[in-house]
């Protein structure tokens, strides 16, 4: 049964890493993600092997029950199970009927004895083998084919597929929210000013991204090993840097693999346990983040935003938000009408859902951005972020900004936080010009 549990394991992952090695070499696709997705499936249908383990257990018996009688006794037996042999077996598969008279031959001549049982028994063997190996094999390929990733490869996907995209991926899972994402995905791609913009955001600093070692977890919480000497035994569990040698030789050897990742994920490694205890080691995830603050998207959702502009702007929050996986860093997407509401995107493909559905919502109300700012201002202050980057989306048509929030707005631009716009209509307010670095006309 583990043997049978570890082919189709590798089958599976095999086959899947096979049909996603282009996305995954673009980017559409994350490795880990394919790997948690293989892991998952293969988690809910390995009970399925049992079933078809089994089915030749009863077969099986009687073969390993009727091998170690004698001469007479196994003549005997196939003539009482001849029928049975029958109604189981072609007669171009096992003839029972040939190897009972070729037995009664032997058992009535003097000659040297002649090893029919041998024969039928081997002949048996043989056909029990294959026949366990065809229904075993033909249930893993129904397994793999059934894996939705696999079958979306293969054409049975519904809807649109924009090649390519990394929100095909995201809402694999979420065809609803996927159909309602493709004019924001398509406009987003053609759009100069968007397509600017990002450019602009993705590149900047980029070389203040690094990996964040501790992850926010406090220092005495990391694994301090124990010295080899104060080694008591063996016990179970996931902390690589205690492996007992065999646990290598399973991770080494590609047949062997499969089981190895299995008791990872499950937790039943062999390690070597200590007489001191220390900490459970913190998952070392190699998180990589960024030195710069979040993208803060400022977006007017007032009624004078409605039809193109509205596109244009859930298409630029869309763009920006997609940054957040490839500078790793977050983005808040603030709307502001007659007041301001914020959205956190941290992790996209968690995130998606509630993203979409902000996207679908209609502009309407009124026109404040006052609101959105102070609560920009009060993120960027109140999590001690530096060189953040805020979008304003708007056609700023209101006034001017009050005293109190136009000094707010120099202390975060002391902190190299970047100010830029994409700005609609023809009679904007000159003075969120002049806040922008730079801004793009639309």
């Not at 089958?11 to 880990?32: C, H, I, P, S, W």
């Not at 053609?190 to 926010?216: A, E, F, M, T, W």
């Not at 951005?369 to 060189?387: M, T």
């Amino acid at each position: 049964m583990r043997d049978l549990k570890t082919v189709y394991f590798q089958e599976l992952k095999d086959r899947t890493f096979k049909a996603y090695a282009e996305d995954v070499d673009n980017g559409m696709v994350r490795q880990r993600e394919l790997e948690e997705k293989v892991l998952m499936y293969y988690r809910r249908t390995t009970p399925s092997l049992q079933e078809f383990y089994s089915r030749y257990t009863p077969e099986w018996e009687a073969f390993y029950s009727s091998q170690h009688l004698p001469d007479e006794a196994f003549l005997q037996y196939l003539k009482q199970m001849r029928s049975a042999f029958k109604r189981r077996y072609e007669l171009t598969e096992l003839n029972v009927d040939y190897y009972i008279r070729l037995l009664e031959d032997v058992s009535r001549s003097s000659k040297e004895e002649f090893p029919a049982k041998d024969f039928f028994l081997d002949k048996w063997y043989r056909l029990l083998t294959r026949k366990e190996y065809d229904y075993q094999y033909m249930h893993i390929e129904s397994l793999c084919e059934n894996f939705s990733l696999l079958a979306r490869k293969q054409g049975q996907e519904s809807g649109n597929k924009l090649l390519g995209s990394r929100m095909e991926w995201l809402l694999h899972n979420h065809p609803d929210l996927y159909r309602r994402m493709i004019p924001y995905e398509a406009l987003m791609k053609r759009n100069p000013s968007i397509r600017q913009l990002v450019r602009l955001l993705g590149k900047k600093h980029h070389d203040l991204q690094k990996y964040d070692s501790l992850s926010g977890i406090d220092k005495k919480k990391l694994i301090r090993h124990s010295p080899h000497s104060d080694i008591t035994g063996v016990t179970l569990g996931d902390n690589l840097n205690s492996l007992l040698p065999i646990e290598y030789c399973y991770l080494a050897d590609d047949a062997l693999r499969a089981i190895f990742m299995e008791r990872y994920a499950e937790k039943r490694l062999q390690l070597f346990d200590y007489k001191s205890k220390t900490p459970d080691a913190v998952k070392d995830d190699r998180h990589r983040v960024s030195g710069q603050g979040p993208y803060i998207v400022c977006v007017d959702t007032s009624g004078s935003m409605q039809g193109d502009r509205e596109m244009l702007a859930k298409s630029a929050i869309l763009a920006i938000a997609q940054l957040t996986e490839k500078t790793h860093r977050k983005c808040y997407v603030i709307n502001f009408s007659d007041e301001a509401v914020a959205l956190l995107v941290e992790d996209l493909m968690r995130d998606m859902p509630k993203l979409a559905e902000f996207l679908n919502k209609r502009f309407d109300g009124g026109t404040d951005i006052e609101p959105a700012l102070r609560e920009a201002a009060h993120i960027i202050n109140g999590n001690d972020f530096k060189e953040s980057d805020i979008v304003l989306i708007s056609d700023f048509e209101m006034p001017p900004l009050c005293r109190d929030l136009t000094e707010q707005v120099r202390q975060i631009k002391r902190r190299k936080t970047s100010f830029f716009g994409l700005v609609f209509g023809n009679k904007p307010e000159p003075d969120f010009l002049n806040l922008c670095d730079r801004y793009w006309e639309m």
